[in-house]
């Protein structure tokens, strides 16, 4: 951490400064300016998180330069992450392809949808069981009924299961049926959540904060890895600006920063992303070519009948369009779908 | 909503669409203009938001006219609630200030934290027992401990206590010692929670989240009073924009834009919706200016030990003069403290 | 336009407001719903825009159902534009690159960055004579000097020159130099500049707005073109968001907006969208994979010496590299560099 | 300026480093920390800004530490600056309020306005000329012929003249009626309008730019005084943000940092900040609150007819129960209007 001393700020401030950074366990270093003074502090970076700069006097202000996270960084571990997911490959060369409706809402939609996203070469069935909605309303899912179903669709078609748990008390119930979990966007800083995951065997998918930084969702990675559980999978699906023609915005630049930051697989979802069925396959495809590790689509057999978020969901057609066009940049980034 | 068919729509479109809203058991209005063909579907609110209307043919877009909220709309209760905290008032003429620390650290910061705000006028002790931290590596709280810490502060001052419950699983632990239940910004969206506190019968202090829209969150409120939980205060504490000078946005205009649409009481918190000691006074003065309800501010004996966000809390000294100011204010609002 | 009334308004409120559409030269469609009417205003919409709907009595809400641009939409042209500039196209299948330094700083840099682009395949040279920049102490640009290199590495190369006009003062100026005429992020909504380069006949490169939603964007563009100036080319370089990791956040999605909504050609500027070379290749090819119509790159032949924007320009070798990665996406896109 | 250096960099690479720095007339401080080097640059300013860190060998980032204005800064002057606008001052303890029509429509209509806010206890007559508008079909104002007309309304009535100049071509124009050269907020960073400003001798009204930050803000306002016009006024009119139920969020947060940061006055539109006229009151009480030296405030005859933002304007019933209310608040503040 930098603190840089007002111009005004007298020998006694730094020394009182020093004094609190000896203190608190931590190392110092003078940088005597022109005009002011600047303090470099050294040291275990949980020390460092705790020092309240701002009211020390004479300070102006004080600059972290280095990330909280450390599990999730590429300086942890330099080459790229591969997780098993009950023998299907995310990360690394390996392209994983999530697919299905936005909520389970019977046993024949879902399995026409399961049969439609395995055929056109997706690994995993998506779909909602617990639906966490703006409204109290809303339809909010099929609960256990909906994770029984979930599994007799990977029964019938070998796909694996992605859903989402959204409370710390249901994480068991999920674990029985799901092959990876699911956090959403809205508990990406549900810390209770996060460690109890942290501390089952279960892949966990973990999506981006509608404006969570892309430091702060490291952060959230780094609760799940801190517990033990390594095999967490990031997920990309639009942040929140001002622009509202799209529902969101799908901020695929932090797919190439995560890239660099982090040996941790990311993954894109461009039907929440845009909100706009019409530019999930142009999203799709740019995802990939930004070297995404895999997708989250939204398909549903009947997008005008759908419970939920008919509006961003594939017809069958459209996925099927939407594998044939990401196969050919898959090969130009030397990934297979497999 | 209305939906706005596309220019070029046939009149076929437009009768699919017509069907589609009948079958879903919805009236139709239609107004044949000059150059596209609009609809306006009228019917149950929850009927409305579950049409996919844009996979529709011919849909160009749809706009939804009405919020989805009721028990918290002006419409449905015309005047101002007033919360009784176990005899302490929130609402309509009565300000309620709630001050302390971040977090619970130790029995004696709390205590003299707790005399600090009393004698300044403060009715409410705030104090965070369990904490949410972007990091897993900072202080987490002192959990149970810290709430029987709270219960005893309160005993020996007459402070009412405001503290967080992070989890469902926790609601009723804190129960037994808080009068008021925190929902915080980062679970403002936490379904299951706000399902939970609204089965309990203690007041909720309902925390805008980060990158909450007004009506979402007057959404979170309908999910606790929809459980039949009525005694909802809310609480602006800034948003998240592009501006890096502050830790938030403080949108005080959301104080204004609530008091239009609900009667529940709207507090401010200007320590996290500012990030800077320096900054709390003058928000405070133009959060009552704006009508607020209420404050919660962060005092702590002594900033530059603080465990925890010692950058934004008030010295003794300066919340003394925040109350001082803030009577003044008050009293042209036509509000009281006490 | 759709007036929405309150649940409470009179059958009185109601006829004031269709009054005052009728008198405005509009035409009125009503809609009684169960508990409220709604009002569809019908007509001219430069009439409607000016209508102050709020204020009349018992108006809850307007809301808008068109855009109020037409020169720029699909529906006034449904074929993609194709922008002939002296000869090389961009638009429908033609995808054209923009490469060089952010600023021209001399003759032998500006040549060398020349000679590198158009080795590399670009079509079009740019390097800014004219430099806005946030601080009045940092370098302005080498004005008219800079605008006659420009025009020498043309003659040397072949290559076609974009460059930035930051005034309509300096039209003319520019215009004696340039192929292509830049409007600035900052000057997007430069009203008079965009009327001013709307009558002349040179290509407009229109950048969009830092926090320019995409119909302020395309409605820019409408100023442009309601001059007579129909050779517009829309860039896309990032938009304002609270992520501080990268410069700005780049829009992808709203690439594919465009190319629904408008028939203009749209590029992208990866280098000013993230602000760090290194993420210029993924944003390049994920551009080019969501249907970008060509690119604007930073190329400076030693970064580590440029007077602006170093951070953030490609090294000649990394210019390569991107060419020929976008080379095997534009293929599968069905378009060609030429 | 700090330069993180990554954990890996090698010696040699910090002496690479360390020699641009110096070439660049620069001076160094190395800090040999546990994992990584911190390199603070010390030196002038203008040359640190130009320096292209990021891509010298082994950096990690660079931290700015202190900002590019000088002149505008509460560094350079210490005592609030009171700007006298032909005998009415603004700044200090004189609070400044400008009202009037968004436009100028017709000299009834803007006496009718001027004698109204005058009545109330306004000093300055607001009102467009040359409106800039998102669309080319909307009013774009009574240009020269509104500035005569505002003219015409100060010598009536002793109101001093506050509106826009949109191009540096028309500051001369505008400058011969107008008390105030107003620079609206899509000009903010139009430098060029920004320096022909400041070679006036004409108070200049900067208002901050829909997503400006503070420190771009003052920025802009360095670039007016750089050039020697030192009557800066700055005016908060709200960011563009996710949220939208309010035209804009209005950032009062901001005032209270301008105060802290720099010695100009500073005042706010809640007309703008807001959009909805029943907001602009309690905005108005709130910028006092927190210390703003003035408003702005759209007041028009007979909103219902205004041709531009009737819905944000307010009746001259509603603007003189505001004045009425801002009395009070601002004697509290120690302020006077005069």
């Known amino acids: 951490m930098i603190i840089v001393m007002r111009p005004k700020a007298t020998q006694q401030d730094v020394e009182i400064v020093t004094k609190k950074i000896v203190e608190a366990g931590l190392q110092v270093h003078l940088s005597q300016g022109e005009s002011r003074t600047i303090i470099g502090v050294i040291g275990d970076k949980k020390l460092i998180a705790k020092l309240p700069t701002d009211v020390f006097p004479g300070v102006e202000k004080s600059v972290s330069v280095t990330e909280s996270y450390k599990l999730v960084s590429r300086e942890f571990k330099q080459e790229d992450s591969i997780i098993d997911i009950n023998g299907t490959l995310i990360g690394g060369k390996h392209l994983g392809i999530m697919a299905g409706p936005c909520a389970v809402e019977s046993m024949e939609q879902l399995l026409e949808a399961a049969q439609v996203v395995k055929a056109a070469g997706a690994q995993f069935l998506r779909g909602g069981a617990y639906k966490p909605r703006t409204s109290p309303y809303a339809f909010q899912g099929l609960e256990e009924k909906g994770l029984e179903m979930l599994a007799e669709a990977r029964e019938k078609t070998g796909l694996k299961i992605v859903t989402e748990v959204v409370d710390s008390a249901s994480v068991d119930t999920v ?107 142009p999203m799709a495809r740019a995802a990939i070519a930004a070297g995404a590790d895999g997708l989250m689509i939204e398909v549903h057999p009947n997008p005008a009948e759908a419970l939920c978020d008919g509006n961003q969901s594939l017809t069958p057609e459209n996925f099927h369009l939407l594998m044939n066009e990401i196969g050919g940049i898959s090969e130009l980034m030397g990934k297979q779908l497999k």
């Not at 904060?209 to 780094?222: P, Q, V």
């Not at 799908?250 to 019409?278: C, E, Q, R």
Request: proline share 2%.
């Open 175 to 281: 674990s029985q049926f799901a092959d990876i979990l699911q956090i959403g966007a809205r508990n990406m800083q549900n810390f209770n959540l996060l460690k109890t995951v942290g501390r089952t065997d279960k892949a966990v998918l973990l999506k981006r904060g509608l404006s969570a930084t892309i430091s702060e969702w490291l952060n959230a990675a780094e609760y799940v890895m801190s517990e033990g559980n390594y095999n967490v999978i990031l997920c990309e699906r639009g942040i929140r600006t001002f622009e509202t023609y799209t529902r969101n915005t799908l901020d695929l630049g932090a797919v190439a920063a995560v890239k660099t930051l982090s040996h941790l697989p990311v993954i894109v979802d461009p039907s929440h992303g845009t909100g706009l069925w019409k530019m999930v396959r």
